[in-house]
């Protein structure tokens, strides 16, 4: 459909769109004074309360917990592993290894107990997974129960990018082992990790408190407590454990590297121990609703999501403990904010609902947003999209953009046509390795078999003297998740308009469809996550 065939308020919505009101957004959200929007913060509380009265602005219904509130209240128990009380001793043979915290392992927090320790036998299980469909299996020569499972982190890279993706999930690795009767679970970096996060970097993000939401009953979600203890082991670490085993730990990565199953007994007893800090606290996403206009469409929802929270203050870098998070998330806050803003002024009346959410602690492992969609399909509203905008790196102005997701269902078509008509081409991802496509708020979506979408800059500068791939690379080595994430790197407000634009038309379009979006036939995430419920 032409952009003149259009309906006047349609073509209206994109033209109202303001660069300079999304600078406006992001200026406010990315300023010292919110000290970095850390989850339950009072920085946090007061960049949900400027996006509260934004969505009034807008026009949008309060749509939290009740009628009045755009406040969705989040209950969340906080856990921070304490230092002095970990430990890792390696009993084998007749020598005792002692690993040391921040040099060999990272502890991840224990959300069910203030103090564990465990002890148990090793076995090594490749990276952890079981895909009969891909005749793959790490666990066809080994049993895991009553032991602690050595894994790497990531899937093989000779997996399409979907099931890499998919089998990379944390969560999924988690279940399988705990299926399979594992006490504990040791994860190493694989090679392609370890090149994205050195173990430095790990480290020196290692104080940043971890989360997990509390259902009505007060049970963290997700916390898998079948697995007592979860350490993070470095390379240097992961070679001790293989001294004097079948195969050493340069031979088992090679073998990673090749994507061959593998899995054998570890010889030695491991002991483990942890102490962490345990707190009972809240955040908010912040819900507003634009109403459907169609008496039978009005009931299903298109959602529009973009991570608030970022990482709050932390260790000093330069002398800056303000982790403002610029690119991370507040322009993709701003933009999202600017959307809901142009749909109002131009008086859109779309068929379906559009929910816009601003969702809290994606950054704890996309908390809000899990917690969003459980609590709205448990209240039975029928979510058909989710349209999410979270880190689009709008350094320059380009000439293409990457939609993730876009081979996955129809949502893809609707994003082709988008991005054509304002002028732009799409371009596939080029680090499909990174598997961006489940490390994001639309990951809550697609897991409950809901079609999702994320779009950002591509990567072909208008200015031929940009180097758009070295400002990508110095951001994501340099930059993320560091303090200098703020509003001194560059960021071109003129493509974010754009890509408010893009957006606008992809959720007008999956709004106003007859039918609502689909998986494309034979989708693996679809059929995978229908299996799964």
Do not use: C
Not at 259 to 279: E, H, I, K, N, V
Not at 291 to 319: C, F, I, M
Not at 400 to 423: E, N, T, W
């Amino acid at each position: 459909m032409s952009a003149a065939s259009l309906p006047a308020a349609e073509r209206g919505a994109w033209s109202e769109v303001q660069p300079e009101t999304i600078r406006s957004h992001v200026e406010f959200l990315a300023a010292d004074l919110l000290e970095g929007r850390a989850t339950a913060s009072r920085g946090y509380d007061i960049a949900a309360a400027y996006v509260a009265s934004q969505f009034r602005q807008a026009g949008l219904q309060p749509a939290g917990d009740d009628d009045k509130s755009y406040l969705q209240k989040v209950p969340l128990l906080e856990a921070t592993p304490v230092l002095p009380g970990s430990s890792a001793e390696l009993v084998r043979e007749d020598d005792t290894y002692t690993f040391e915290y921040g040099t060999h392992y990272l502890p991840s927090a224990d959300f069910t107990s203030a103090s564990s320790t465990l002890s148990a036998p090793l076995v090594f299980a490749g990276f952890g997974i079981d895909a009969p469909e891909l005749d793959y299996n790490d666990f066809e020569n080994i049993d895991v129960k009553g032991r602690i499972a050595v894994i790497f982190s990531g899937a093989p890279a000779r997996f399409s990018n979907e099931k890499r993706a998919y089998y990379s999930w944390e969560d999924r690795k988690l279940t399988t082992l705990v299926d399979k009767g594992a006490v504990g679970v040791i994860t190493v970096d694989s090679s392609a990790d370890i090149k994205r996060t050195p173990w430095e970097r790990r480290v020196s993000m290692s104080w940043i408190p971890q989360m997990r939401w509390l259902d009505e009953a007060g049970t963290p979600q997700n916390a898998f407590p079948a697995l007592k203890l979860r350490f993070r082991f470095n390379h240097d670490a992961a070679t001790q454990l293989f001294q004097t085993a079948q195969s050493s730990f340069a031979m088992v990565l090679a073998a990673s590297d090749e994507g061959t199953p593998q899995g054998f007994a570890l010889p030695g007893m491991l002991t483990l121990s942890a102490t962490t800090g345990l707190r009972k606290t809240e955040s908010a996403n912040v819900v507003g609703m634009l109403p459907g206009s169609d008496p039978q469409l009005k009931n299903e929802y298109v959602v529009v999501t973009a991570h608030l929270d970022h990482l709050g203050r932390g260790t000093a870098v330069n002398g800056d403990s303000v982790y403002n998070g610029a690119h991370d998330n507040a322009v993709g806050m701003g933009i999202m904010l600017e959307l809901a803003r142009a749909l109002h002024a131009s008086n859109v009346k779309p068929r379906r609902s559009v929910l816009f959410v601003a969702v809290t602690a994606e950054e704890k492992g996309l908390l809000g947003s899990d917690f969003f969609a459980h609590q709205a399909l448990a209240q039975e509203q029928k979510l058909v999209a989710n349209i999410n905008m979270d880190m689009p790196l709008t350094f320059e102005p380009v000439q293409d953009f990457v939609a993730l997701g876009v081979q996955h269902s129809s949502l893809g078509s609707l994003a082709r046509q988008a991005v054509a008509a304002q002028g732009y081409r799409l371009s596939a991802d080029a680090a499909p390795e990174q598997v961006r496509f489940i490390r994001s708020d639309q990951f809550s979506f697609i897991r409950r078999g809901i079609p999702a979408l994320v779009l950002g800059a591509g990567y072909q500068p208008r200015n031929p003297s940009v180097d758009l791939d070295e400002l990508r690379r110095q951001f994501l080595s340099t930059h993320y998740h560091q303090p200098s994430d703020d509003l001194t790197l560059p960021i071109d407000y003129r493509t974010a308009a754009d890509l408010v634009r893009i957006n606008l038309r992809i959720v007008l379009g999956a709004a106003n469809a007859a039918s609502a979006p689909r998986w494309a036939n034979g989708d693996f995430f679809a059929e995978k996550f229908s299996a799964d419920r």
